[in-house]
Structure formats: C-alpha cells, structure tokens
C-alpha cells in the first residue's frame, strides 16, 4: 500500500509521498521538489531534507518494530548531514533500522536525487508511543 | 527590518516569519502551527521543528559572520533534539554563534511555544558560500 | 562530595576527576591534560573531550534526575562539536539538564580550558538504567 | 602497514590499534577492553567508543582523502550512537567516508563487538587540516 500524500497535514502541504510496500519494511518517501521549497541559495531547504528523513525513518521503525504501522514512533533526536544541495527534481529517503529494542529504536537514513547523488544522511533515535 | 515570510519558497510555504531586528544580531523565527504542518501524532512534524531552527540558526550565522546577511551560509551538518511535542499555536525558533572562524561556524538554537515551553534545540555548522 | 577519580576505571585512567558539589546539581569534570591524552595533531583528542563531555553530562543527569546520583543513566546519544583545539592543560566540562522526564532526559555540556576557551560543546539523550 | 599503538598519546594509553591496511582504503582500529576503559555501569566507557569511532573515521578520512594519510583532518563534529552495552573483550571500529570535497569530508563509522554485535554507530565532518 502507498499512503497518499494527503495521509497528514505535513505530507499534503510539502507533496511528499510515503510508500510502505518494500519487501524488506524499510519506508521510502518521494518529494518533487518546486521553487516551494526552495531556500535563498535556490535549493531544496535543508529542514525539508531533514523532514523526508524523519518521515521515512520514523515509518520504517513504525511498520518493522510497531507492529507494520500500528503503533507509532515519536523522533528524540536526529542528525543530519548535508552532503551535496538539491536542485529541483525528484528526492527520495529511504529509512533503516539499526538497533534497539522495544521501546526505543535506532535508525538511518539516506536521501538521494533521482540520478543516485547522494544528497543527505541521518541518523536519529525514536521512542514507542504510549497509551 | 523584518523578513516578509514570502522571501523563499519555503517561508512562502510553510508561513514563516523571520526577525533579524534583534540588537544582538540573532535571528528569530516564527511560524503559526496549523493543522497544515501535523504529523500523525497530530503535533507539529518533528522536521518542521527542524526547518524552523535550521532558518533561525543559518540566519543568525549570516548576520553575524557574513556582513550583516550579505553573505550566506549553507548547512552542513544539523542536530536537532526534540524535548517536548508542540501543538498548534505558535513556535519561535532564535539562533546563537557559539564559535568557529571565518569559513565554518558553529551555532546552536532553541525553540519555545508561546507560553515559553522549550520545544526543542539543536546544534550545527554552517559553511560559508563561495562565489 | 568530590568523587575520587579511582571510582572507575576510565576516570583513574584518565585522570579526570567528577565534582558533585554544584548547589545547582550540575557536576563538573576535570582534566589535567598531558602528552598521554593527544592526537596526531599534538592536542586532546576529540574522542577524549566527548569522554569528559559524556561523563560530566551523564553524572549531571544522574544527580538531578536520578535521586541525586543513585540511579544511573546511560547515554543513548551524543553529539560533540569541536570548536576548537585543546592544548595541553586544564580542561572542564559541565553538564546541564535541558528537558525530558523519568525516564529518557536530556542534555547539553560545555567544555573549556583554564583560560574559558570555549573547546567543545555537546547535546545527548539519556536513559534511566533499569534494574 | 599497521600503525603502532604508540602512535599518539591517547593510542599508547588507550592501547588501541590502527589498521590502514585494508585495500579499500577503509581504517580500523581495534581495542582490548579491560577494567581500565569501564564506567559506573562496568561497560565501556561511551566516550572511549566515541574515541575509537572518531579515530577510525579520521584515519579513514586522511587516508582516502588526505593522499594516502599525508594529510590530516581534523574532527568538526561527531555524533554517536550507543546501541548496545560493550562488557570486556574486543572492540573494532571501521570508518568509511560517505561524501564531501577536498576541504570538508563526511564519514561514517561502526563498532562492533568480536562476535558482531553492534555496539554503535556514528557520523561526522572532518575538516582538512591546513598548513
């Protein structure tokens, strides 16, 4: 199944689109990046980088240690690194799980322009929500 | 003077404001949260909180390293921690210089909702733009 | 109470002692840095600098969070920004609570030679060991 | 060739090893953890995982992008990530660089226990050295 882009406030407003059917549970999330999202260096704006990552690493912590997406994840911490700018096109994240238990879970990221360019990487920490 | 949130595509997008009248020079930014910018916890997207402090921060790293804004800085690298979750309202984002020279800074920032409660912080280096 | 830096075998090793006597519950580490403890650039190693930043804001948690230093935590996370080098000398680090609750809490440290040179600072995630 | 643990101070007191010989040009660094390197908790000190990654993804750095290790970098920032406790025994840790220029490097690094198991991961900016 891919969630719809219109899924959450943010996924409609920024365009982007989450798809949980990988064999593997890891989650992807697919943005065409517009002048909308642009920076003053004329670029993808690196928070919304940053936003790609969380969704696709959140969802992936989601759907492998959350029962495939039932129970949700809230981010601690991230980190971001900024490898190359992204022009206009097509940036795609992709999550992983590193580690962890049940409650609290590591993970990695990787997001990329359509051509394979390495654009961002991330690591972060997210914690099982309760009740 | 203040810069009109139509400045980037980003601040267009999302209806951020950014202040860079403080006499210290940090720059503050402010963004109304709406049902726009949720996650699927209902709370503000965690890489929104992001977008906001990466804008304050790189901002401030520009006023004051970079002739008064004249010169940019791109992100190289962002850590964000998220201390709390941030409903709708407002949240305002205000960045620091903690060091570095003239080509790399270090800067860190904080974000508060209106009745002061800390969001989030977060730590980076900024790179400034050639050419 | 000043802990000895007998108490474990990193401390003794490296010869940095923990001072728990803060009125305000932050705890401080120092080290008297020689030859032993440098890089291949002649100064403190980074990774020694995140061990001070690491302990001084683990033990900080511990005192204020932890019933003042009986339950331990244990770092999740920890990011270090290296402003700049660290020569021989006196370094310190201290330690901060910046948010969180029970179990999971958040940090930040500062660590500067004698002189206040700002050499480091560092954020981190803690967790409340169980047990 | 495999650098002596004499190498620098904090290798001779850590008594760590660096491994340059892999022909992917990716660096190790190995270490016998004794009570020497534990905390309070009797693991291994995060910080003294901080100091193997941060030394592997340096060397790593120097190596591939520094002329074969000629040239040395210097560590901006260095985030870890501590998925699993390290008890007494043998840790190595590999560094690969994962994007960047001639001045600024990006690099990743893992630590695994003997029997593999990951005790953490991390990501950091090195900057070359100049001079």
Redesign the interface.
């Known amino acids: 199944m891919t969630i719809p882009s219109g899924?959450?406030?943010?996924s409609?407003?920024?365009g982007y689109v989450v798809d949980t059917t990988r064999p593997d549970g890891r989650v992807s999330v697919t943005m065409t990046v517009?002048?909308?999202?642009?920076?003053?260096?004329g670029n993808l704006?690196?928070?919304?980088i940053?936003?790609?990552?969380?969704?696709a690493m959140?969802a992936t912590v989601s759907n492998i240690r959350g029962e495939g997406g039932k129970v949700?994840f809230?981010?601690?911490?991230?980190?971001?690194?900024?490898?190359?700018?992204m022009p206009l096109g097509t940036i795609t994240a992709l999550g992983r799980v590193?580690?962890?238990g049940h409650k609290?879970v590591?993970a990695?990221g990787e997001a990329r322009a359509a051509d394979g360019t390495?654009i961002a990487?991330a690591?972060g920490?997210f914690?099982r929500?309760t009740g």
Do not use: C, I, M, W
């Not at 517009?34 to 260096?41: C, L, P, Q, V």
């Not at 940053?50 to 969704?55: E, G, P, Y």
């Open positions: 899924r959450t406030g943010t409609r407003l920024l517009t002048e909308e999202h642009t920076n003053r260096h704006h690196g928070g919304l940053a936003t790609v990552l969380d969704t959140g949700l809230s981010t601690v911490t991230l980190t971001t690194n900024f490898l190359a700018p590193t580690g962890g609290t590591f990695e390495l990487t690591t920490v914690k929500a």
